[in-house]
Protein backbone atom coordinates (compact mmCIF):
# COMPACT_ATOMS: atom_id res chain seq x y z
CA UNK A 1 0.00 0.00 0.00
CA UNK A 2 1.10 3.42 -0.85
CA UNK A 3 1.98 5.97 2.21
CA UNK A 4 -1.05 7.20 1.18
CA UNK A 5 -3.58 4.71 1.28
CA UNK A 6 -2.40 3.67 4.51
CA UNK A 7 -2.98 7.27 5.87
CA UNK A 8 -6.28 7.10 4.45
CA UNK A 9 -6.62 3.85 6.68
CA UNK A 10 -5.12 5.21 9.64
CA UNK A 11 -7.71 7.89 8.99
CA UNK A 12 -10.94 6.13 8.83
CA UNK A 13 -9.85 4.17 11.87
CA UNK A 14 -10.12 7.74 13.81
CA UNK A 15 -13.01 8.77 12.30
CA UNK A 16 -14.90 5.30 13.26
CA UNK A 17 -13.78 5.56 16.58
CA UNK A 18 -14.89 9.04 17.16
CA UNK A 19 -17.73 8.16 15.25
CA UNK A 20 -18.72 5.19 18.11
CA UNK A 21 -17.66 7.84 20.68
CA UNK A 22 -14.19 5.57 21.69
CA UNK A 23 -11.50 6.86 23.51
CA UNK A 24 -10.48 10.22 22.25
CA UNK A 25 -6.71 9.53 23.32
CA UNK A 26 -6.83 6.58 20.69
CA UNK A 27 -8.41 8.46 18.31
CA UNK A 28 -5.96 11.29 18.71
CA UNK A 29 -3.06 8.54 18.20
CA UNK A 30 -4.72 7.09 14.76
CA UNK A 31 -5.06 11.25 13.52
CA UNK A 32 -1.56 11.91 13.87
CA UNK A 33 -0.55 8.44 12.39
CA UNK A 34 -1.61 9.58 9.19
CA UNK A 35 -0.68 13.14 9.75
CA UNK A 36 2.59 11.57 10.00
CA UNK A 37 2.36 8.67 7.59
CA UNK A 38 1.13 11.09 4.87
CA UNK A 39 4.25 13.28 5.11
CA UNK A 40 6.82 10.19 4.99
CA UNK A 41 9.64 10.67 2.49
CA UNK A 42 10.30 7.16 2.13
CA UNK A 43 7.45 4.78 1.16
CA UNK A 44 6.27 2.11 3.69
CA UNK A 45 5.51 -0.73 1.42
CA UNK A 46 9.15 -0.90 0.47
CA UNK A 47 10.35 -0.67 4.56
CA UNK A 48 10.91 -3.78 6.56
CA UNK A 49 10.04 -4.22 10.33
CA UNK A 50 13.45 -2.98 11.36
CA UNK A 51 13.20 0.06 9.06
CA UNK A 52 9.52 0.82 10.17
CA UNK A 53 10.63 0.54 13.65
CA UNK A 54 13.25 3.00 13.33
CA UNK A 55 10.49 6.04 12.06
CA UNK A 56 10.13 8.70 14.94
CA UNK A 57 6.97 9.01 16.01
CA UNK A 58 5.24 5.75 15.28
CA UNK A 59 5.06 3.19 18.21
CA UNK A 60 4.84 -0.36 18.79
CA UNK A 61 0.94 -0.67 17.89
CA UNK A 62 1.20 1.37 14.85
CA UNK A 63 4.06 -0.27 13.17
CA UNK A 64 2.28 -3.56 13.69
CA UNK A 65 -0.80 -2.12 12.07
CA UNK A 66 1.11 -0.63 9.04
CA UNK A 67 3.41 -4.08 8.59
CA UNK A 68 -0.44 -5.46 8.52
CA UNK A 69 -1.69 -3.20 6.23
CA UNK A 70 1.26 -3.63 3.68
CA UNK A 71 0.64 -7.69 4.00
CA UNK A 72 -3.11 -7.60 3.67
CA UNK A 73 -4.58 -4.44 2.72
CA UNK A 74 -6.10 -3.97 6.48
CA UNK A 75 -5.92 -4.39 9.77
CA UNK A 76 -7.91 -6.04 13.13
CA UNK A 77 -9.05 -3.22 14.66
CA UNK A 78 -10.13 -1.54 11.45
CA UNK A 79 -12.21 -4.53 10.39
CA UNK A 80 -13.97 -4.47 13.65
CA UNK A 81 -14.98 -0.69 13.26
CA UNK A 82 -15.91 -1.54 10.20
CA UNK A 83 -18.04 -4.58 11.35
CA UNK A 84 -20.41 -2.53 13.83
CA UNK A 85 -20.75 0.54 10.96
CA UNK A 86 -23.61 0.39 8.50
CA UNK A 87 -22.05 0.95 4.61
CA UNK A 88 -23.91 3.43 3.82
CA UNK A 89 -22.31 6.21 7.32
CA UNK A 90 -19.43 4.97 6.02
CA UNK A 91 -20.04 6.28 2.81
CA UNK A 92 -20.96 9.74 4.57
CA UNK A 93 -17.91 10.10 6.61
CA UNK A 94 -16.40 10.72 2.96
CA UNK A 95 -18.69 13.56 2.43
CA UNK A 96 -17.27 17.15 3.07
CA UNK A 97 -18.27 19.62 6.09
CA UNK A 98 -19.13 16.30 8.08
CA UNK A 99 -17.09 15.08 11.41
CA UNK A 100 -17.99 12.10 13.12
CA UNK A 101 -19.55 13.77 15.67
CA UNK A 102 -21.89 15.35 13.05
CA UNK A 103 -22.35 12.07 11.46
CA UNK A 104 -23.30 10.09 15.33
CA UNK A 105 -25.98 12.76 15.11
CA UNK A 106 -27.28 12.30 12.02
CA UNK A 107 -27.46 8.55 12.65
CA UNK A 108 -28.86 8.67 16.11
CA UNK A 109 -31.27 11.48 16.24
CA UNK A 110 -32.51 11.00 12.42
CA UNK A 111 -31.64 7.72 11.95
CA UNK A 112 -30.26 8.39 8.64
CA UNK A 113 -27.96 5.70 7.52
CA UNK A 114 -27.26 6.00 3.65
CA UNK A 115 -26.42 9.26 1.94
CA UNK A 116 -28.99 8.86 -0.14
CA UNK A 117 -31.55 9.68 2.98
CA UNK A 118 -28.98 12.82 3.95
CA UNK A 119 -29.64 14.35 1.04
CA UNK A 120 -33.30 13.90 1.35
CA UNK A 121 -33.35 15.12 4.52
CA UNK A 122 -31.68 18.56 3.15
CA UNK A 123 -34.67 18.90 1.29
CA UNK A 124 -36.59 18.92 3.53
CA UNK A 125 -34.82 21.24 5.55
CA UNK A 126 -34.17 18.98 8.58
CA UNK A 127 -30.47 19.27 9.46
CA UNK A 128 -30.83 22.77 10.58
CA UNK A 129 -32.69 22.03 13.54
CA UNK A 130 -30.43 19.97 14.87
CA UNK A 131 -27.25 21.36 17.23
CA UNK A 132 -24.21 21.91 15.59
CA UNK A 133 -25.70 22.41 12.16
CA UNK A 134 -27.14 25.42 10.21
CA UNK A 135 -28.08 26.47 6.94
CA UNK A 136 -24.84 26.50 5.51
CA UNK A 137 -23.78 23.03 6.68
CA UNK A 138 -26.92 21.50 5.12
CA UNK A 139 -26.18 23.25 1.97
CA UNK A 140 -22.60 22.27 1.87
CA UNK A 141 -23.60 18.77 2.87
CA UNK A 142 -26.25 18.89 -0.36
CA UNK A 143 -23.90 20.48 -3.27
CA UNK A 144 -21.36 17.58 -2.09
CA UNK A 145 -23.88 14.64 -2.50
CA UNK A 146 -24.90 16.00 -5.53
CA UNK A 147 -21.29 16.09 -6.77
CA UNK A 148 -20.56 12.48 -5.57
CA UNK A 149 -23.42 11.09 -7.36
CA UNK A 150 -22.81 12.85 -10.43
CA UNK A 151 -20.21 10.95 -10.87
CA UNK A 152 -21.27 7.51 -10.83
CA UNK A 153 -22.32 6.76 -13.86
CA UNK A 154 -26.44 7.28 -13.21
CA UNK A 155 -28.44 10.45 -13.14
CA UNK A 156 -31.52 11.58 -11.84
CA UNK A 157 -33.50 12.79 -15.35
CA UNK A 158 -34.09 16.14 -12.54
CA UNK A 159 -30.30 16.93 -12.74
CA UNK A 160 -30.08 16.54 -16.30
CA UNK A 161 -32.82 17.91 -17.96
CA UNK A 162 -31.91 21.50 -17.67
CA UNK A 163 -28.39 20.57 -19.28
CA UNK A 164 -29.97 18.79 -22.15
CA UNK A 165 -32.49 21.48 -23.05
CA UNK A 166 -29.77 23.69 -23.27
CA UNK A 167 -27.68 21.92 -25.76
CA UNK A 168 -30.52 21.43 -27.76
CA UNK A 169 -31.62 24.79 -27.70
CA UNK A 170 -28.06 25.83 -28.55
CA UNK A 171 -28.00 23.03 -31.66
CA UNK A 172 -30.89 24.77 -32.81
CA UNK A 173 -29.73 27.98 -32.90
CA UNK A 174 -26.23 26.87 -34.32
CA UNK A 175 -25.84 27.75 -38.07
CA UNK A 176 -25.15 25.14 -40.29
CA UNK A 177 -27.64 22.87 -38.05
CA UNK A 178 -30.69 21.62 -39.48
CA UNK A 179 -33.65 19.39 -37.65
CA UNK A 180 -32.18 18.50 -34.14
CA UNK A 181 -34.65 16.79 -31.01
CA UNK A 182 -33.69 14.53 -28.10
CA UNK A 183 -34.18 11.66 -28.13
CA UNK A 184 -33.68 8.01 -25.99
CA UNK A 185 -34.24 7.83 -22.23
CA UNK A 186 -34.48 11.74 -22.06
CA UNK A 187 -37.26 12.22 -24.69
CA UNK A 188 -39.24 8.94 -23.03
CA UNK A 189 -38.63 10.49 -19.64
CA UNK A 190 -36.96 7.84 -18.18
CA UNK A 191 -36.30 8.71 -14.43
CA UNK A 192 -32.86 7.42 -14.61
CA UNK A 193 -30.26 8.43 -17.75
CA UNK A 194 -27.32 7.31 -18.19
CA UNK A 195 -26.67 8.50 -21.83
CA UNK A 196 -28.26 11.59 -23.16
CA UNK A 197 -28.69 11.38 -26.68
CA UNK A 198 -29.71 13.91 -29.68
CA UNK A 199 -31.07 13.58 -33.50
CA UNK A 200 -29.23 15.81 -35.57
CA UNK A 201 -29.66 16.97 -39.27
CA UNK A 202 -26.21 17.63 -39.54
CA UNK A 203 -22.38 16.25 -40.62
CA UNK A 204 -20.45 14.88 -38.07
CA UNK A 205 -17.42 17.72 -38.82
CA UNK A 206 -19.90 20.42 -37.50
CA UNK A 207 -21.55 18.22 -34.42
CA UNK A 208 -17.33 18.12 -33.33
CA UNK A 209 -16.77 21.87 -34.09
CA UNK A 210 -20.22 22.28 -31.84
CA UNK A 211 -19.33 20.41 -28.77
CA UNK A 212 -15.33 21.83 -29.24
CA UNK A 213 -16.82 25.21 -28.65
CA UNK A 214 -19.83 24.13 -26.08
CA UNK A 215 -19.17 25.53 -22.43
CA UNK A 216 -20.76 22.30 -21.30
CA UNK A 217 -18.38 19.93 -23.32
CA UNK A 218 -15.46 21.98 -24.31
CA UNK A 219 -12.32 20.21 -23.17
CA UNK A 220 -13.72 16.86 -23.43
CA UNK A 221 -12.74 14.17 -25.95
CA UNK A 222 -15.08 13.92 -28.91
CA UNK A 223 -14.79 10.69 -31.42
CA UNK A 224 -16.67 9.55 -34.71
CA UNK A 225 -18.49 6.15 -35.23
CA UNK A 226 -19.96 6.27 -38.82
CA UNK A 227 -22.92 8.66 -38.01
CA UNK A 228 -22.80 8.72 -34.53
CA UNK A 229 -20.53 11.78 -33.14
CA UNK A 230 -19.60 10.80 -29.20
CA UNK A 231 -18.53 12.77 -26.08
CA UNK A 232 -19.27 13.27 -22.33
CA UNK A 233 -20.94 16.66 -20.36
CA UNK A 234 -18.63 17.73 -18.16
CA UNK A 235 -16.40 14.28 -18.66
CA UNK A 236 -19.56 12.62 -16.56
CA UNK A 237 -22.40 11.72 -18.52
CA UNK A 238 -22.22 10.29 -22.24
CA UNK A 239 -23.43 12.19 -25.00
CA UNK A 240 -24.41 10.64 -28.43
CA UNK A 241 -24.91 12.65 -31.81
CA UNK A 242 -26.96 10.47 -34.07
CA UNK A 243 -26.42 12.93 -37.44
CA UNK A 244 -28.90 12.36 -40.70
CA UNK A 245 -30.11 14.04 -43.98
CA UNK A 246 -33.76 15.89 -43.39
CA UNK A 247 -35.16 12.96 -45.37
CA UNK A 248 -33.95 10.76 -42.82
CA UNK A 249 -34.72 13.42 -39.41
CA UNK A 250 -38.45 11.20 -38.56
CA UNK A 251 -37.03 7.69 -38.66
CA UNK A 252 -33.68 8.16 -36.94
CA UNK A 253 -35.69 9.75 -34.43
CA UNK A 254 -38.40 7.00 -34.62
CA UNK A 255 -35.57 4.44 -34.38
CA UNK A 256 -33.26 6.02 -31.52
CA UNK A 257 -36.00 7.16 -29.10
CA UNK A 258 -38.35 3.68 -28.30
CA UNK A 259 -36.54 0.87 -26.53
CA UNK A 260 -35.60 -2.54 -27.98
CA UNK A 261 -39.07 -4.13 -26.90
CA UNK A 262 -41.22 -1.30 -29.00
CA UNK A 263 -38.82 -1.43 -31.85
CA UNK A 264 -38.96 -5.30 -32.45
CA UNK A 265 -42.81 -4.89 -31.92
CA UNK A 266 -42.60 -2.34 -34.97
CA UNK A 267 -40.08 -4.57 -37.46
CA UNK A 268 -42.27 -7.88 -36.81
CA UNK A 269 -45.55 -6.99 -36.88
CA UNK A 270 -45.72 -3.88 -38.94
CA UNK A 271 -43.58 -4.05 -41.62
CA UNK A 272 -40.85 -1.14 -39.92
CA UNK A 273 -37.51 -0.48 -41.40
CA UNK A 274 -34.78 2.54 -41.24
CA UNK A 275 -34.97 2.93 -45.03
CA UNK A 276 -39.23 4.75 -44.23
CA UNK A 277 -38.82 8.10 -45.19
CA UNK A 278 -41.28 10.99 -43.26
CA UNK A 279 -42.16 12.61 -40.23
CA UNK A 280 -42.97 10.18 -37.06
CA UNK A 281 -46.22 10.68 -37.47
CA UNK A 282 -45.86 9.77 -40.71
CA UNK A 283 -43.97 6.62 -40.49
CA UNK A 284 -46.43 5.00 -37.84
CA UNK A 285 -49.64 6.14 -40.46
CA UNK A 286 -47.91 4.61 -42.98
CA UNK A 287 -47.05 1.39 -41.25
CA UNK A 288 -50.48 1.73 -39.23
CA UNK A 289 -49.27 1.77 -35.76
CA UNK A 290 -51.33 4.56 -33.78
CA UNK A 291 -49.03 7.28 -32.72
CA UNK A 292 -47.91 6.64 -29.52
CA UNK A 293 -46.12 9.70 -27.43
CA UNK A 294 -42.43 9.53 -26.83
CA UNK A 295 -43.51 8.60 -23.27
CA UNK A 296 -44.86 5.29 -24.10
CA UNK A 297 -42.86 3.62 -26.00
CA UNK A 298 -41.55 1.25 -23.36
CA UNK A 299 -41.91 -2.32 -23.35
CA UNK A 300 -45.17 -2.31 -20.65
CA UNK A 301 -47.31 -0.87 -23.65
CA UNK A 302 -46.10 -3.02 -26.20
CA UNK A 303 -48.00 -6.39 -24.12
CA UNK A 304 -51.41 -4.02 -23.03
CA UNK A 305 -53.74 -1.93 -24.56
CA UNK A 306 -52.01 2.12 -24.95
CA UNK A 307 -54.29 4.57 -23.24
CA UNK A 308 -55.58 7.35 -25.37
CA UNK A 309 -53.01 9.74 -26.06
CA UNK A 310 -55.05 12.98 -26.13
CA UNK A 311 -56.51 12.03 -22.59
CA UNK A 312 -52.62 11.37 -20.97
CA UNK A 313 -52.47 14.14 -17.74
CA UNK A 314 -50.93 17.29 -18.88
CA UNK A 315 -49.08 20.10 -16.11
CA UNK A 316 -51.72 22.46 -17.82
CA UNK A 317 -54.51 20.27 -16.34
CA UNK A 318 -53.86 19.94 -12.43
CA UNK A 319 -55.81 22.51 -10.67
CA UNK A 320 -54.36 22.28 -7.36
CA UNK A 321 -51.18 20.88 -5.50
CA UNK A 322 -51.72 18.64 -2.41
CA UNK A 323 -49.03 17.19 -0.10
CA UNK A 324 -47.23 20.16 1.08
CA UNK A 325 -45.70 20.97 3.88
CA UNK A 326 -44.59 24.36 5.82
CA UNK A 327 -42.63 26.08 8.72
CA UNK A 328 -45.42 24.20 11.24
CA UNK A 329 -43.15 21.20 10.85
CA UNK A 330 -40.55 21.26 8.47
CA UNK A 331 -40.73 23.45 5.40
CA UNK A 332 -38.76 26.44 4.81
CA UNK A 333 -41.89 28.94 4.31
CA UNK A 334 -44.68 30.02 5.95
CA UNK A 335 -47.76 28.99 5.01
CA UNK A 336 -48.99 31.82 3.75
CA UNK A 337 -45.73 31.74 1.63
CA UNK A 338 -46.88 28.47 0.59
CA UNK A 339 -50.41 29.48 -0.20
CA UNK A 340 -49.76 32.78 -1.82
CA UNK A 341 -46.92 31.41 -4.54
CA UNK A 342 -49.41 28.44 -4.91
CA UNK A 343 -52.09 31.17 -6.43
CA UNK A 344 -49.58 32.85 -8.34
CA UNK A 345 -48.98 29.66 -10.25
CA UNK A 346 -52.43 29.65 -11.23
CA UNK A 347 -53.76 27.04 -9.02
CA UNK A 348 -57.04 26.84 -7.21
CA UNK A 349 -56.14 24.78 -4.22
CA UNK A 350 -53.67 24.12 -2.02
CA UNK A 351 -53.46 20.76 0.62
CA UNK A 352 -51.14 21.29 3.73
CA UNK A 353 -49.91 17.97 4.46
CA UNK A 354 -47.49 18.74 7.66
CA UNK A 355 -45.86 16.18 9.67
CA UNK A 356 -47.35 13.94 12.62
CA UNK A 357 -47.09 14.16 16.01
CA UNK A 358 -44.49 11.23 15.72
CA UNK A 359 -42.30 12.75 12.85
CA UNK A 360 -40.75 14.75 15.95
CA UNK A 361 -37.30 14.44 13.86
CA UNK A 362 -39.69 17.02 11.66
CA UNK A 363 -41.26 18.92 14.32
CA UNK A 364 -44.46 17.06 13.95
CA UNK A 365 -47.50 18.75 14.62
CA UNK A 366 -48.75 17.88 18.54
CA UNK A 367 -52.52 18.46 18.81
CA UNK A 368 -52.53 21.44 20.25
CA UNK A 369 -50.53 22.74 17.61
CA UNK A 370 -53.03 21.17 14.67
CA UNK A 371 -55.78 23.13 15.99
CA UNK A 372 -53.55 26.13 16.08
CA UNK A 373 -52.59 25.68 12.48
CA UNK A 374 -56.10 25.31 11.49
CA UNK A 375 -57.09 28.15 12.71
CA UNK A 376 -54.16 30.22 10.59
CA UNK A 377 -55.93 28.09 7.65
CA UNK A 378 -59.18 29.43 8.23
CA UNK A 379 -58.17 33.14 8.45
CA UNK A 380 -55.40 32.81 5.32
CA UNK A 381 -58.79 31.25 3.36
CA UNK A 382 -60.86 34.24 4.22
CA UNK A 383 -58.06 36.69 2.94
CA UNK A 384 -56.79 34.51 -0.06
CA UNK A 385 -60.82 33.37 -1.17
CA UNK A 386 -61.85 31.88 -3.57
CA UNK A 387 -58.25 29.73 -2.97
CA UNK A 388 -58.41 27.58 -0.56
CA UNK A 389 -55.89 26.06 1.57
CA UNK A 390 -56.91 22.10 2.78
CA UNK A 391 -56.37 21.07 6.31
CA UNK A 392 -54.30 18.07 5.81
CA UNK A 393 -51.83 16.46 7.29
CA UNK A 394 -49.23 13.55 6.56
CA UNK A 395 -49.92 11.01 8.85
CA UNK A 396 -46.91 8.58 9.48
CA UNK A 397 -48.13 5.30 9.54
CA UNK A 398 -46.84 3.64 12.12
CA UNK A 399 -45.01 0.52 12.96
CA UNK A 400 -48.40 -1.52 13.27
CA UNK A 401 -50.24 0.51 10.50
CA UNK A 402 -52.01 2.42 12.85
CA UNK A 403 -52.77 6.31 12.06
CA UNK A 404 -50.55 8.75 14.20
CA UNK A 405 -53.73 10.66 15.63
CA UNK A 406 -56.85 9.42 17.50
CA UNK A 407 -59.96 9.18 15.44
CA UNK A 408 -61.55 12.62 16.45
CA UNK A 409 -58.18 14.85 15.46
CA UNK A 410 -57.89 12.59 12.20
CA UNK A 411 -61.83 13.77 11.54
CA UNK A 412 -60.87 17.51 11.91
CA UNK A 413 -58.59 17.23 8.52
CA UNK A 414 -60.01 17.83 5.20
CA UNK A 415 -57.16 15.22 4.17
CA UNK A 416 -54.39 12.60 5.36
CA UNK A 417 -52.12 11.47 3.48
CA UNK A 418 -51.13 8.73 5.16
CA UNK A 419 -46.71 7.87 4.76
CA UNK A 420 -44.63 5.62 6.20
CA UNK A 421 -41.12 6.91 7.25
CA UNK A 422 -39.80 4.50 9.91
CA UNK A 423 -38.72 1.54 10.10
CA UNK A 424 -38.25 0.92 6.34
CA UNK A 425 -36.41 -2.74 6.69
CA UNK A 426 -39.86 -5.10 7.24
CA UNK A 427 -40.14 -8.04 5.03
CA UNK A 428 -42.87 -8.06 2.28
CA UNK A 429 -45.52 -9.20 4.38
CA UNK A 430 -45.32 -7.22 6.91
CA UNK A 431 -44.35 -4.29 5.00
CA UNK A 432 -47.87 -4.76 2.86
CA UNK A 433 -49.67 -5.76 5.68
CA UNK A 434 -48.67 -2.28 7.37
CA UNK A 435 -49.67 -0.28 4.51
CA UNK A 436 -52.97 -2.44 4.25
CA UNK A 437 -54.13 -1.09 7.41
CA UNK A 438 -53.32 2.25 7.04
CA UNK A 439 -55.61 2.18 3.89
CA UNK A 440 -58.30 0.41 5.50
CA UNK A 441 -58.39 3.51 7.64
CA UNK A 442 -61.74 5.88 7.37
CA UNK A 443 -59.65 8.81 7.41
CA UNK A 444 -56.84 7.86 5.37
CA UNK A 445 -57.05 9.71 2.06
CA UNK A 446 -54.33 9.69 -0.24
CA UNK A 447 -51.14 6.83 0.53
CA UNK A 448 -48.15 8.65 0.27
CA UNK A 449 -45.37 8.01 -1.48
CA UNK A 450 -46.03 4.29 -1.06
CA UNK A 451 -42.66 2.30 -1.17
CA UNK A 452 -40.19 5.27 0.34
CA UNK A 453 -37.79 5.01 -2.27
CA UNK A 454 -34.77 7.50 -2.96
CA UNK A 455 -33.73 6.52 -6.57
CA UNK A 456 -29.64 5.53 -7.10
CA UNK A 457 -29.77 5.87 -3.15
CA UNK A 458 -32.23 3.80 -1.40
CA UNK A 459 -34.46 1.07 -2.74
CA UNK A 460 -37.78 0.90 -2.13
CA UNK A 461 -38.93 -1.08 1.26
CA UNK A 462 -40.48 -4.58 -0.23
CA UNK A 463 -44.31 -4.52 -1.03
CA UNK A 464 -47.15 -6.72 -2.82
CA UNK A 465 -48.03 -3.72 -5.12
CA UNK A 466 -51.16 -5.44 -6.35
CA UNK A 467 -52.69 -6.20 -2.98
CA UNK A 468 -52.11 -2.69 -1.89
CA UNK A 469 -53.62 -1.28 -5.07
CA UNK A 470 -56.48 -3.72 -4.85
CA UNK A 471 -56.60 -2.79 -0.57
CA UNK A 472 -56.82 0.89 -2.18
CA UNK A 473 -59.56 0.13 -4.63
CA UNK A 474 -61.68 -1.17 -1.86
CA UNK A 475 -61.52 1.35 0.35
CA UNK A 476 -61.68 4.19 -2.14
CA UNK A 477 -57.94 5.83 -1.30
CA UNK A 478 -56.03 7.22 -3.85
CA UNK A 479 -52.41 6.85 -4.40
CA UNK A 480 -50.08 9.50 -4.10
CA UNK A 481 -46.92 10.07 -7.45
CA UNK A 482 -44.63 11.99 -5.05
CA UNK A 483 -42.89 14.18 -7.62
CA UNK A 484 -40.00 15.07 -5.90
CA UNK A 485 -37.37 13.67 -8.62
CA UNK A 486 -35.69 12.02 -5.45
CA UNK A 487 -38.89 9.35 -5.11
CA UNK A 488 -41.32 9.43 -7.92
CA UNK A 489 -43.33 6.88 -6.32
CA UNK A 490 -45.45 5.25 -6.96
CA UNK A 491 -43.02 3.80 -9.90
CA UNK A 492 -44.90 4.50 -13.41
CA UNK A 493 -44.73 0.84 -13.61
CA UNK A 494 -47.23 0.20 -11.20
CA UNK A 495 -49.88 2.92 -12.33
CA UNK A 496 -51.56 1.07 -15.55
CA UNK A 497 -52.67 -2.00 -12.79
CA UNK A 498 -54.05 1.28 -10.38
CA UNK A 499 -55.93 2.54 -13.19
CA UNK A 500 -57.06 -0.95 -14.43
CA UNK A 501 -58.94 -0.89 -10.56
CA UNK A 502 -60.16 2.30 -10.84
CA UNK A 503 -57.58 3.81 -8.02
CA UNK A 504 -57.29 7.75 -8.85
CA UNK A 505 -53.48 9.29 -8.68
CA UNK A 506 -52.80 12.30 -6.94
CA UNK A 507 -49.12 13.63 -8.09
CA UNK A 508 -47.92 15.78 -5.24
CA UNK A 509 -44.77 17.66 -5.04
CA UNK A 510 -43.89 16.80 -1.26
CA UNK A 511 -42.78 20.70 -1.14
CA UNK A 512 -40.92 21.97 1.78
CA UNK A 513 -40.33 24.65 0.58
CA UNK A 514 -42.42 26.69 -2.24
CA UNK A 515 -39.76 25.94 -5.30
CA UNK A 516 -40.78 22.34 -4.77
CA UNK A 517 -43.96 22.72 -6.61
CA UNK A 518 -42.07 23.19 -9.81
CA UNK A 519 -41.09 19.14 -9.13
CA UNK A 520 -45.07 18.88 -10.14
CA UNK A 521 -43.02 18.63 -13.66
CA UNK A 522 -41.17 15.59 -13.17
CA UNK A 523 -44.46 14.05 -11.57
CA UNK A 524 -46.10 14.82 -14.80
CA UNK A 525 -43.76 13.13 -17.13
CA UNK A 526 -43.42 9.87 -14.45
CA UNK A 527 -47.66 9.78 -14.93
CA UNK A 528 -47.82 9.94 -18.41
CA UNK A 529 -45.16 7.44 -18.63
CA UNK A 530 -47.63 5.02 -16.84
CA UNK A 531 -50.75 5.81 -18.92
CA UNK A 532 -52.29 9.01 -16.61
CA UNK A 533 -55.52 10.63 -17.72
CA UNK A 534 -56.76 13.82 -16.46
CA UNK A 535 -60.30 12.02 -15.68
CA UNK A 536 -58.10 9.64 -12.99
CA UNK A 537 -55.45 12.43 -11.74
CA UNK A 538 -56.85 13.19 -8.46
CA UNK A 539 -55.95 16.95 -8.56
CA UNK A 540 -56.94 17.67 -11.83
CA UNK A 541 -60.71 17.71 -10.38
CA UNK A 542 -61.52 21.30 -10.02
CA UNK A 543 -61.84 22.87 -6.35
CA UNK A 544 -65.42 22.10 -6.22
CA UNK A 545 -65.64 18.64 -7.24
CA UNK A 546 -62.58 17.86 -4.91
CA UNK A 547 -64.83 18.96 -2.02
CA UNK A 548 -67.57 16.69 -3.11
CA UNK A 549 -64.90 13.85 -3.47
CA UNK A 550 -63.27 14.46 0.36
Not at 278 to 298: K, N
Not at 414 to 438: G, Y
Request: proline residues 4%; contains cysteine.
Amino acid sequence: MTNKEIARAFKLAGQLLELHDENPFKVRSFQNAAFKVERLPEALETMDAAAIAGIEGIGKSLQARILELNERGSFDELDELKSKTPEGILEILSIKGLGPKKVRTLWQELEIQSVGELLYACQENRLVTLKGFGEKTQEQVRHSIEYAQSNKGKFLYAVIEPLALQLLADLRQTSGIGSADWTGTLRRGCEIIETAEFVTVATTEKITAFLADHPLVAGQPVSTDGTMVRSSLAGRLPLVFHCCSEKAFGNTLLRTTGDEAHLARLSSAFNWNASLEGSEVEIYRTIGYAFPEPELREELWETRQRPDTSKLITEADLRGILHNHSTWSDGTHSLEVMARYCQELGYEYLGICDHSRSAFYANGLSIERVAEQHKEIEALNKKLAPFRILKGIESDILTDGSLDYPDEILDTFDLVVASVHSVLKMDENKATARLIRAVEHPATTILGHPTGRLLLSRPGYPIDHRKVIDACAANDVIIELNANPYRLDIDWRWIPYALDKGVMISINPDAHRKEGYHDMHFGVRAARKGGLTKEMTFNALLLVELEKRL
